[in-house]
């Protein structure tokens, strides 16, 4: 039987948000949204341990007030890949968990279904989840699609539609969704390499993995589509906080 993997997961919680400066601390139904997420992510059958990356003395503060794990990063990293490979850097673990730290109604579940691949076999490097999206959101460039080989690794993403059927032959699309789970050692790796042609042209991270040549396994998740909201601006978090409502969270 093989020795057991550490698994932790880590919320990059960026103060500083281009669109919407300091949505980690803003309340949803008398929370702020990075408890949220913690709480959510806390819920997960794999994770050993469970940490926020932050770069705010009042996030980390938050974090510590309601009992959460934080560890302080540098500001100006460019990435939540880049913040993540620093706070894990001495922290013993095998296999890290990118969780987004801006969707409160995230569902535990999409962790555990990215991280039993890897758990099952060693020689995955990376993985991550998609899912099946209706026709209003195929031309929206902030729905961000995947398309995958034969055996469910990414042969691409893209804020166009992929694939395009040109004869209109139906066709299922399927949007990335944005949790990523690494090898400790491949976070490293890829996190030192510079950012790559298409990487810059798409905005999309994840590309640079495959334009170095190394691949991602990708998992249907079974969760449904509110677990992805996520929160941009102050009318998401007025949505979010409905929907709370109306599922009557607490």
Not at 149 to 175: G, K, Q, T, W
């Amino acid at each position: 039987m093989s020795e057991k993997q550490k698994v932790i997961g880590v919320i990059p919680a960026r103060f500083g948000s281009s669109r919407f400066p300091g949505k980690v601390l803003k309340e949803i139904a008398g929370k702020p949204m990075i408890q949220w997420v913690y709480e959510q992510a806390n819920k997960s059958q794999l994770l050993d341990e469970l940490f926020v990356a932050v770069d705010n003395e009042s996030v980390y503060k938050c974090v510590v007030g309601f009992g959460g794990k934080a560890v302080m990063t540098k500001v100006d990293h460019q990435s939540g890949t880049d913040r993540i490979a620093e706070a894990v850097e001495n922290i013993e673990a095998d296999i890290i968990v990118n969780i987004q730290g801006d969707q409160p109604l995230f569902d535990s579940n999409m962790i555990d279904e990215a991280v039993k691949p890897m758990l099952n076999d060693i020689t995955i490097q990376m993985s991550t989840l998609k899912t099946k999206i209706g026709e209003e959101d195929y031309a929206d460039p902030a729905v961000v699609k995947v398309v995958v080989d034969e055996d469910d690794f990414a042969l691409y993403f893209s804020r166009s539609l992929i694939p395009y059927s040109r004869d209109n032959v139906e066709v299922e699309i399927f949007e990335h969704v944005g949790l990523y789970v690494y090898r400790k050692d491949f976070l490293f790796t890829i996190s030192e390499l510079p950012q790559t042609y298409l990487e810059k042209i798409e905005m999309l991270e994840q590309l640079r993995v495959l334009e170095k040549g190394y691949k991602i396994k990708v998992i249907e998740t079974k969760s449904d589509s509110t677990s992805g909201i996520s929160v941009d601006t102050p009318e998401d978090l007025a949505k979010v906080e409905k929907i709370i409502q109306e599922m009557n969270l607490s």
